[in-house]
């Protein structure tokens, strides 16, 4: 953290692949991925192999899980061979996601309808079934609906932790909505709202207003918010290895928590370059350093 209580914010502008290997074990207390839903057979298995199998701490690949964890993608493979090239990008980067989780830390997979049951049943066998801490539904209400099936509005967060007696989690300080029927409760409890569930209704990014930054996947602040507020402390560290415009890094900053960051694409750096003139912005794995603007340096 700055002495300004501002958090101090790393944009890395490089694949998070290697710019994540070079970052130290166990240091983040909240990661938070929102990689592309799964677009096709384009990205492939280039980068399959980037790291040995079962590195990172507590992951089950080793033994029984590990032979069910195999299995079990050997299966979804016959059901869906699009998903399975997807899970094949997906799965080096979230093994090393797992390797930096802090042992108090908590990791957030940002999916659409499409993956997120596939990836609730590998990800169980993978880091264990008894790290699965929720299921949250971020449902919005925003373009055409179709009227040959229930229009899907929904995302699918999966939220993991490292370790189920240590993980770090504060409803009290939690962003709270106003209740459904307030005559129900006392006006104290009406005004101060209640605690949101696993169900969040939360509008997209308004197409007009300050928190809009033009690019094209953009998340809200508000449901970040949430998420940095429960599972982080001002002066935690949180990483977002596919960081697009930044929002898991301005939120963080504005919470007085610190912030890594990683984009392959330069239109995204740029637009975190304006989004948080304060952040140091470094070319390529920490290793190089070839830090390229900013002045906060962590
Ligand atoms: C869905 S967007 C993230 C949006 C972000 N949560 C926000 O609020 O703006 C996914 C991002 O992952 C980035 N990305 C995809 N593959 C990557 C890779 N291998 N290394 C680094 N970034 C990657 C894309 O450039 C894109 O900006």
Redesign the pocket.
Known sequence: MSESGRGRVEIHH????AVAAALASETFTLIYL???FNTGRTRERAIETARPVGEAPGIVRRGFHGREYERLRGDLRVYDDRFDDYWGYLEPRLLEAWRLLADDGTLYLHLDYREAHYAKVLLDALFGRDRFLNELIWAYDYGAKTRRRWPTKHDTILVYVKNPDRYWFDSETVDREPYMAPGLVTPEKAARGKLPTDVWWHTIVPTTGREKTG?P???PEGVLRRIVQASTRPGDLVL?????????GAVASALGRDAVL????PD?VSVMRQRMPHAQVVAGAPDDRAVVSGTDAR
Request: charged fraction near 20%.
């Open positions: 490089g694949d998070n692949l929102d990689p592309p690019y996947t953009q998340k977002d290895l596919f960081a697009g415009s930044g929002t898991t990683v984009d392959s694409n995204a």
